[in-house]
């Protein structure tokens, strides 16, 4: 039986990631489009990075920690918009807390670089390009250059993760830095994850064979979602790591897939 829907003009990174996790994630989000509700988390997250754009929106020299100061409260409220409110029952504790979050978050960041000095080649940088068949599309953070070439750095307001695990921690980025390589002809040299709510910044150098690897995982991802998508269907493999952070549980058990709690 066919989808009643489109399929998806473009695999991004996070789509990539969803679809990895549970087949049947992708097919809600990226196929169906269903709305997935705000969450306090992604909600910081969001404005933290909505004032680090303004702040780089300026000049080099007047990129201050009271010029990001002085753009907290009008990124933060462009955030909260009545549907996000709704979604996290923000009250005026909630907001305030909100608020208090992301000014931490800013003095931090101000901790680990000096924006001034940083010469940001992209910030917010929107890349398409077909790898490998597979149409790929990623929006950046920032891609900086200096005199040994391109780096990624991608804002992070979560905890930080154990670098046993930086095969996942570092997958979104690399595949950005295979969408750098075949959009702008250049592979960047390294990728830059700063963790701003904790003060601390994992870097990692972008190998030919890294990239090789991301590129072929997008690939067979990207063949996956057709045969699936003509299929008309994308399995659902629950497992308590998949099904605890997704925003369709509800929808899932509703169809009759085990949820587990
Ligand atoms: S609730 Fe679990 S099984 Fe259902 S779509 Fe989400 S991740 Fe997949």
Redesign the pocket.
């Known amino acids: 039986m066919a989808l009643d829907h489109p399929l998806p003009a473009a695999l991004s990174p996070s789509r990539m990631a969803d679809f990895q ?2 087949p ?2 992708y097919q ?1 989000g990226a196929v169906e489009r269903r709305r997935q509700p705000a969450s306090y988390a992604t909600t910081k997250g969001r404005a933290v990075h909505a004032v680090l754009e303004a702040l780089f929106a300026l000049g080099g020299p007047e990129r201050t920690l009271e010029a990001a100061r002085a753009r907290l409260e009008e990124t933060t409220a462009s955030v909260l918009t009545e549907e996000v409110r709704s979604d996290i029952a923000c009250d005026d504790a909630l907001e305030a807390r909100l608020r208090a979050e992301v000014a931490a978050a800013l003095d931090t960041y101000f901790t680990m670089e000096d924006p001034t000095a940083v010469a940001a080649e992209g910030v917010e940088l929107r890349l398409s390009a077909e790898v490998d068949g597979a149409p790929l599309l990623g929006i950046l953070d920032r891609l900086d250059r200096d005199a040994a070439g391109l780096t990624i750095v991608d804002y992070k307001t979560g905890k930080v993760p154990d670098r046993r695990y930086d095969v996942h921690t570092f997958a979104n980025a690399e595949l950005y830095a295979a969408l750098c390589e075949a959009s702008l002809g250049e592979r960047p040299r390294s990728i830059r994850l700063l963790y701003v709510g904790a003060g601390r910044e994992l870097e990692r150098p972008v190998t030919e064979a890294v990239v090789r690897a991301r590129r072929q995982a997008a690939a067979t991802v990207w063949r996956r979602v057709r045969t699936y998508y003509d299929a008309g269907a994308f399995p ?3 497992s308590v790591r ?2 605890r952070f ?1 925003a ?2 509800d929808v ?1 058990r509703a169809s009759g ?1 085990p ?1 587990p709690v």
């Open positions: 996790s549970c049947r994630r809600y659902a493999t629950p998949a099904c997704c369709f549980r899932c897939v949820v």
